[in-house]
């Protein structure tokens, strides 16, 4: 098992930054990869971000892209989503999810239905 606590949510204004952070306790942090997804009400979940265990390589959705930057310190059992240039859009909860895939395929890790473990999420807010 493993449990995932979100923390750092809040409310900013347009064009504003906000970090959010996703603690890991359980088994071993650096044998998952890592990923951020985002729900709005009626929406189904959506990929936002993944990084894999070592850190080299990370995914972004098109719509975050540039704005959104994925890290984890393994030390700390952490994984963090730095956002830029938030828009009335970024509005939704967050939530960092843990997958054991072996696989780093963009096709795979990209997907809801490949991370096994999730928090609860934090909001996240953007006024316009």
């Known amino acids: 098992q493993v449990q995932l606590v979100e923390s750092g949510g809040g409310l900013v204004q347009a064009g504003g930054s906000l970090s959010v952070s996703c603690a890991a306790s359980?088994?071993?942090?650096?044998?998952?990869?890592m990923g951020w997804f985002r729900q709005t009400p009626g929406k189904e979940r959506e990929f936002v971000a993944v990084?894999?265990?070592?850190?080299?390589?990370?995914y972004y959705a098109d719509s975050v892209k540039g704005r959104f930057t994925i890290s984890r310190d393994n030390a700390k059992n952490t994984v963090y989503l730095q956002m830029i240039s938030l828009k009335p859009e970024d509005t939704a909860v967050y939530f960092c999810?843990?997958?054991?895939?072996?696989?780093?395929?963009?096709?795979?890790?990209?997907?809801?239905?490949?991370?096994?473990?999730w928090g609860q999420g934090t909001q996240v807010t953007v006024s316009s």
């Open positions: 990084i894999s265990r070592g850190g080299l390589i990370k």
């Open positions: 999810a843990a997958s054991s895939s072996q696989s780093t395929s963009s096709q795979y890790i990209t997907r809801r239905e490949t991370y096994t473990y």
């Open positions: 359980g088994r071993t942090f650096n044998n998952y990869v």
